[in-house]
C-alpha cells in the first residue's frame, strides 16, 4: 500500500531540544490543559509535548512487553522448578538428606505457582500496570521464598552434619541468578530496579544471620576463617552483581527510551513503515490520545537540501489541507522537528491503489473505471477550483479504498507533496528539481519541460490511468524513461480496444481525447471530463453494491488483517 503520510510536529522554534528530555517528564493532560498557570513549569523549547501514558514506563507497548517478559520469565523458573522437583522424587536419599519436607512441599508449591502466572500472562485480557506489578512480585518473590529456606536448610544441616569441621555451602549462586534475570528481563526505571536487587542481594547475608542466631552447631563456625572467607565472598559476589545489574538495567533503560523518541513525533507514535520513496518514508501511526490510526510522511532533511524544496512542500500541505471532498485525502496535521525532518499526517487508508488492483487482478470492468474516475474527478474539480493543479497523477495516487461503511471510495492522494522514486532505470522514476511527475503518466508539456501546465496536464494523467486501467497497460511500455517521455510527446497510443475488445467505443473515445498532445484538443475541465464519463453506456453498471461482493471476494487478506488490527488498535 503506498500511501502518503505525515506526523503533525510544531514549528522548529518549538521543538524539543531533547526526545529523551521530553519523555523523562511528560505532560499529563491537566498539565496541558493549565499550561498557563505558574505552577506548571514547561520549557518554551519543548514543542513536542507528549500526553500521559507515553512515555516509555507508562506507554501500552511497554505494558505489553512487561507482560510479554513476565510470561517468559515464569514460564523459564517454571519449567527450571519443575525438573528439580523431578530430580528431588526419583532420587529419595538425595533429597532425604539435604531437604527438610516443607522444603519439599514449597519446591512443588512455587511450581505450581508459577505455572498459574504463566498461564495467566497467556491470556488475551489487558492488564493494568499495578496487575503486572503483582504478577511480577509473585514471580520473583515466590522463588525468592523458597531460596531463603533452602540455603537456611543447607547452612544449617551441613553444619551439623560436619561437626564443626564443615565446608560452609555457597549459597549466593541462586540469588546470582535471580538476579540477573530481574535485570535483563524486566524493564524498570534503574531506581526501582536497584531496590529489588538490593534486597535479593541481602538475602543471602539475611539467611546466615538467622542461621548463626538460630543454630549453635553453626554459630561455632563463626570464629573459623573458612566461615569469615565465605561470608565475605559471598557479600563481594552479590554486591557486584547488584551494582552490574542496576547499572546494566540504567543502560537498557536509556536505550529503550532513545528507541521510543525516534518513533515518537508529536502526539503521534510510530507503529510501522508502510513503505519508503526517494524522499522519505511512510509509517502507519496512531494519534497517542484519540488512539485514531493514521498515515504519516516522513521527509528527511537529507534528501533534500534545498530548503525552498521544504517550504513549497509546506505551502501545498497547507493548501492541501484546505480540500475538504470525500474523494480527497485527508490531512490532518504537519510539521517539522528541530533537525529538519518535515512530516505530514493524512489519513490511514486501508485498501488497495489503482496499480495494485491492475497488477494483482488485471485490466478493470469499463463499469468499475468509470465509477472510480468520476469520483476522482469530483477530487480534482475542487482542487482545480483551488487552483491546485496536481502534477503527479498515476495509479499509486489513486486509491481504492474502503470509508465509511463503503467499498470502491476512490482517494486521490499526493498534490505535489512527494516525488516517490526507485531506482535510477526505473521507468516511474521522478526526481525533484527536473521533470516533475511519473513518466509513464505524465502529460507532453511536463515531458517537454514546459512551464505552462494547468489543469488539462491532470487530464492527460487522467487518460493515461484510465488507460492502464482498461488494458492492463500503460500507453507507452518503454522501459528506459526517456523513450517514455519522447513517446509522450511525439507518439500516438494503441487504442484501447486493441488490447481489451471489451472497452466500449464511447470509453475508448474519451481515453483518447484525453491523452491528445496539444492540450487545446482534450477536454477543458474534469467537469467535462466527468460529464462524458457519465454518458458512457455501460452494458453491466458497476454500484456499490457489486464493489462490496469484490472486495469480500478478492479483497487482499493481509490489508483486510491489517485493517482488523487498526480497529482493534483504535478501540483498544
Not at 33 to 39: E, I, K, L, N, V
Not at 148 to 171: K, R, T
Not at 188 to 214: C, D, E, K
Not at 388 to 413: E, M, S, T
Amino acid at each position: 500500500m503506498e500511501q502518503q503520510n505525515n506526523n503533525s510536529v510544531p514549528s522548529a522554534a518549538d521543538t524539543p531540544s531533547s526526545y529523551a528530555e521530553t519523555i523523562e517528564s511528560p505532560l499529563s493532560l491537566l498539565e496541558l490543559s493549565d499550561a498557563t498557570q505558574p505552577s506548571v513549569r514547561v520549557p518554551l523549547q519543548r514543542n513536542i509535548a507528549l500526553v500521559e501514558g507515553s512515555a516509555p514506563q507508562l506507554s501500552q507497548e511497554t505494558l505489553d512487553l512487561l507482560r510479554d517478559r513476565l510470561r517468559t520469565v515464569a514460564l523459564l523458573l517454571c519449567g527450571g522448578f519443575a525438573v528439580f522437583l523431578a530430580w528431588d522424587l526419583l532420587s529419595p536419599a538425595r533429597y532425604l538428606s539435604s531437604h527438610s519436607q516443607l522444603t519439599l512441599w514449597f519446591h512443588a508449591a512455587v511450581t505450581v505457582v508459577l505455572a498459574v502466572l504463566a498461564q495467566r500472562m497467556c491470556t488475551r485480557c489487558d492488564f493494568v500496570l499495578k496487575h503486572l506489578r503483582l504478577t511480577e512480585f509473585l514471580v520473583f518473590g515466590t522463588p525468592a521464598l523458597f531460596f531463603l529456606l533452602l540455603n537456611y536448610d543447607q547452612l544449617v544441616q551441613s553444619a551439623e552434619l560436619q561437626d564443626g569441621h564443615s565446608h560452609i555451602p555457597n549459597i549466593s549462586g541462586v540469588w546470582l541468578l535471580l538476579i540477573f534475570t530481574y535485570a535483563v528481563f524486566i524493564p524498570n526505571h534503574w531506581q526501582r530496579a536497584a531496590i529489588v536487587l538490593s534486597l535479593m542481594g541481602l538475602a543471602p547475608m539475611v539467611v546466615l544471620s538467622i542461621v548463626y542466631f538460630t543454630s549453635p552447631a553453626f554459630s561455632e563456625l563463626s570464629h573459623l576463617a573458612p566461615f569469615r572467607g565465605v561470608f565475605v565472598q559471598q557479600f563481594l559476589s552479590t554486591l557486584l552483581m547488584v551494582v552490574v545489574g542496576t547499572v546494566g538495567v540504567r543502560t537498557i533503560g536509556n536505550l529503550r527510551q532513545e528507541a521510543f523518541a525516534a518513533k515518537q513525533l508529536g502526539q503521534y507514535r510510530l507503529r510501522q513503515m508502510l513503505g519508503s520513496g526517494g524522499m522519505g518514508e511512510v509509517y502507519l501511526a496512531e494519534h497517542n490520545m484519540m488512539k485514531r490510526p493514521c498515515a504519516i510522511k516522513i521527509i528527511r532533511p537529507e534528501k533534500t537540501r534545498d530548503p525552498k524544496v521544504l517550504a513549497r512542500f509546506e505551502r501545498e500541505v497547507q493548501a492541501t489541507a484546505k480540500l475538504s471532498h470525500w474523494n480527497s485525502i485527508d490531512i490532518y496535521d504537519y510539521g517539522r522537528t528541530s533537525d529538519g525532518t518535515f512530516y505530514y499526517v493524512m489519513e490511514f487508508l486501508p485498501g488497495h491503489n489503482i496499480g495494485e488492483m491492475v497488477d494483482t487482478y488485471g485490466s478493470l470492468p469499463a463499469g468499475r473505471v468509470v465509477y472510480l474516475m468520476k469520483q476522482v474527478c469530483e477530487a480534482l474539480s475542487e482542487a482545480h477550483s483551488h487552483g491546485l493543479v496536481h502534477r503527479d497523477i498515476k495509479p499509486a495516487n489513486i486509491f481504492c479504498a474502503y470509508r465509511g461503511g463503503q467499498f470502491d471510495v476512490a482517494k486521490l492522494l499526493d498534490f505535489g507533496l512527494a516525488k516517490p522514486t526507485k531506482e535510477v532505470d526505473d521507468v516511474e522514476l521522478t526526481q525533484e528539481g527536473a521533470i516533475t511527475g511519473s513518466p509513464l503518466y505524465m502529460s507532453p508539456e511536463q515531458a517537454t519541460g514546459s512551464n505552462e501546465v494547468d489543469e488539462r496536464s491532470d487530464i492527460y494523467s487522467l487518460g493515461a490511468v484510465m488507460y492502464l486501467m482498461a488494458t492492463g497497460h500503460p500507453p507507452f511500455d518503454y522501459q528506459q524513461p526517456i523513450k517514455v517521455l519522447i513517446a509522450h510527446a511525439s507518439e500516438a497510443p494503441i487504442a484501447p480496444r486493441e488490447w481489451n475488445p471489451s472497452v466500449p467505443i464511447e470509453l475508448e473515445e474519451i481515453i483518447l481525447r484525453c491523452l491528445e498532445k496539444q492540450p487545446e484538443d482534450r477536454f477543458q475541465s474534469v467537469e467535462e471530463l466527468r460529464d462524458q464519463l457519465d454518458a458512457v453506456p455501460q452494458a453491466e453498471p458497476w454500484s456499490s453494491h457489486q464493489a462490496s461482493e469484490w472486495w469480500n471476494c478478492n479483497g487482499c487478506p493481509k490489508r483486510k488483517k491489517l485493517a482488523a488490527e487498526l480497529v482493534e488498535m483504535a478501540a483498544g
